[in-house]
């Protein structure tokens, strides 16, 4: 195999004509970097977790692995019925924006 090989491999990628570069160092360096199976993560600050019913790529769960890890005052999960991986149909960009608009207005000076 490349990976073992090369140090690189590359794979076909669902979102574009060009293959997508996977290296050792990558893959070695991510195992440091698994915080939904750890401490809990204090975020002192809004936090909005968006994730598409139908994204193939990464299961619905994670988000809500990701929010039991994740400590705050003000922390919400929402699920975008039929939302893909990209969430990047125009009505998806419209949510998103709108929830990065509700999480500005929420931070403020005192809250950094």
Known sequence: MDLQRRGQ???P???GDAAY???KRFLDESRCHNLLDGD???VDGPVRILHGDADPDVPLEHGFRAASVLKSDDL???VIKGGDHRLSTD???AHL???VDEVTQLVTP???
Do not use: A, G, H, K
């Open 97 to 99: 924006c709108r929830r």
């Open 21 to 23: 570069p996977i290296t």
């Open 76 to 78: 919400v999960v929402e």
């Open 9 to 11: 491999c590359e794979l």
């Open 40 to 42: 809990p993560i204090q």
């Open 110 to 112: 005192s809250t950094l």
């Open 13 to 15: 990628s669902d979102y």
């Open 91 to 93: 009505r998806d960009l």
